[in-house]
């Protein structure tokens, strides 16, 4: 019989991680929503991120929360580039071509994470990532409440953005409806390539947190692009308070399976969870 | 009339041909080297030509083919420890390959588009998992991420692997053209076109999807049985990976996504590819990931797009000529 204050750990703990795999999510949500184009690539952009962080730590000696000032520029660039580049022209092609582009663009980042950083291993420690905190008489990673924090900062300062700037409406207005947007004068194309980069700040910080949480390789990629997949497919498209309860079922599933299947089949779980909610409602928990 | 029967004839004699040379190309003493490559042709044949059947004629961009490949190779694996012949592994692992395309069918064909591809993106990397933790046989050193040695190859020859892999090559591409040519072909293509009007012209869209998926993983799966029998050895994080999609994806759009020949020509130049980039096996997954892209901008219809454009310049080339001389001769 397992007690259930026993049961309170893990609880806590899959709703700290859910802010991580929302933050994740996040980026792929965006792209989704504006260009309807799922993002093949998210995933390895994510670890991109974390590398990015990993580099600066080692050569650079940099904090990872403070190796966001190159990471985000970097991603920003790449995502613009993307877009206007390649996805631009993809989508006048055929249905499949964007999604095959982004294939190729995932395999293409993952093994340039691999010439230069090794298939080995990483992670991004630091002295408060092994730390923890208590809560009661319970005892929680550090990196876990900073993950959480982190999401729902992001999250806040991007609901503000899209509601507030004219940027963020105008990407609001080009995923409604990109012909009343162009006929307002938006130049859809631009807006395009800015929301992809925008999607890619997401990125990030998501790959940040998620280096101080995990450890990483470049091949954990689409291990990410399915967790984040799954979350939008839980929470719905374009809500970001659905993305957040997406990401927490998926965190408590986490939790609570390692709990009590033994950490081996955590991530199983989370996959045959996937293809369970898409065989059920492939619109989504929250879908219309 | 006349004259399309006896090019067709005349087509048909020029590939009857070159199956018949590949065919005693190992009792011709063909080098050990040139059979190697065959090999991999025939295998990657197979497979591209199932998946130009899903992506360039159903409209299924299926990115689980590694699923049916490993599934189908873990039979013949896992068949040979208990004392099943390897022939024997290869045609259940086939079936069994097929049981399993008919169970995810469910869950991934509520999913269209885009979101197809990224379900069934989902189901070679549970299956991984699953095959890390799964031992049914062996000991403990066996299985898991160990992976398994197929038992029992020691009086096989390459020859008659080389013969059964050529087998499955023609069958996949003669299964193509039956396919295309009959009213399953006629049916994807409405459902490729507009799924909601075919189905309201009474078209049974779930099964006329299924048929295409279900033969795909058969012969993807035979394919890569017979792919792990040559190799002796399969373990899940090479089997279950994206690397084998990357081959069959590349092969089909390189030739020409969409056409009969795509995925020949294709497959000749990934095996090249394969061999060339051998040395720098570390950046093959980034050449092949900017080849990708590069044809996908450049020409969606891949190689055989090219040739068919150029055809078509020089018919319109040709007619203006004949007009220009009719013009003057009047």
Known sequence: MTDVGTLVSPIIMGILLGGLYALIALGLSMVFGVMRLINLAHGDLVILGSYIAFACMTYLGMDPILSLVIAIPVLFGIGFFIQQFLMSRAFAISAEAPLIIAFGIALIIQNTNQIMWTPLSRGLTTAYSLSSFHLGSYQFPLSYLLNFIAAVVVMLALREFLRRTYLGKAITAASQDRRAAQLMGINTKMIYGFAFAIAMICAAIAGIFLGMTFPFTPTSGIQFLIIAFGVVIIGGLGSIFGTFLGGIILGLVQTLTGFFFGPATQMLFIYVIVLVILAIRPKGLLGR | ?330
Request: charged share 10%.
């Open chain 2, 1 to 330: 009339m006349k004259f399309l029967v006896s090019r067709l004839t005349i087509g048909n004699v020029i590939v009857g041909a070159i199956v018949i040379i590949l065919v005693v190309l190992p009792v011709a003493g063909g080098p050990r080297e040139w059979l190697l490559y065959l090999l991999l042709f025939f295998i990657y044949l197979a497979m591209a030509n199932m998946w130009n059947l899903l992506a360039g004629y159903s409209g299924l961009i299926s990115l689980c083919q590694p699923a049916f490949l490993g599934i189908a190779g873990y039979a013949v694996a896992m068949g040979t420890w208990v004392s099943i012949p390897w022939w024997l592994g290869i045609i259940g692992g086939a079936i069994i390959a097929g049981i399993f395309a008919i169970l995810i069918a469910f869950p991934v064909f509520r999913l269209s588009g885009i979101y197809f591809a990224i379900g069934t993106l989902v189901v070679p990397e549970a299956l991984r998992l699953l095959f890390f933790l799964w031992k049914p046989v062996g000991g403990e050193l066996q299985g898991g991420g160990a992976g398994y040695i197929i038992k029992g190859l020691a009086d096989v020859q390459m020859s008659t692997i080389y013969w059964t892999a050529l087998g499955i090559a023609v069958a996949s591409a003669v299964i193509m053209r039956i396919i295309l040519n009959s009213r399953l072909g006629l049916g994807l293509a409405a459902i490729r076109d507009n799924e909601r009007a075919a189905a309201s012209c009474g078209v049974n869209t779930f099964r006329i999807k299924l048929y295409p998926f279900l033969i795909s993983a058969v012969i993807t799966g035979l394919a890569g049985a017979v792919f792990y029998v040559y190799q002796g050895y399969i373990e899940p994080s090479s089997t279950f990976n994206v690397k084998w999609t990357m081959i069959i994806l590349l092969a089909t759009v390189i030739g020409g996504l969409r056409t009969e020949g795509g995925p020949i020509i294709g497959t000749i130049i990934v095996v090249f590819l394969y061999f060339l980039l051998a040395r720098y096996a570390g950046y093959s997954l980034l050449i092949q990931g900017v080849i990708l892209i590069a044809i996908m901008l450049l020409s969606p219809q891949g190689i055989v797009g090219i040739m068919r454009n150029t055809r078509f310049y020089r018919a319109i080339f040709q007619l203006a000529n004949r007009r220009l001389a009719n013009a003057k001769t009047e």
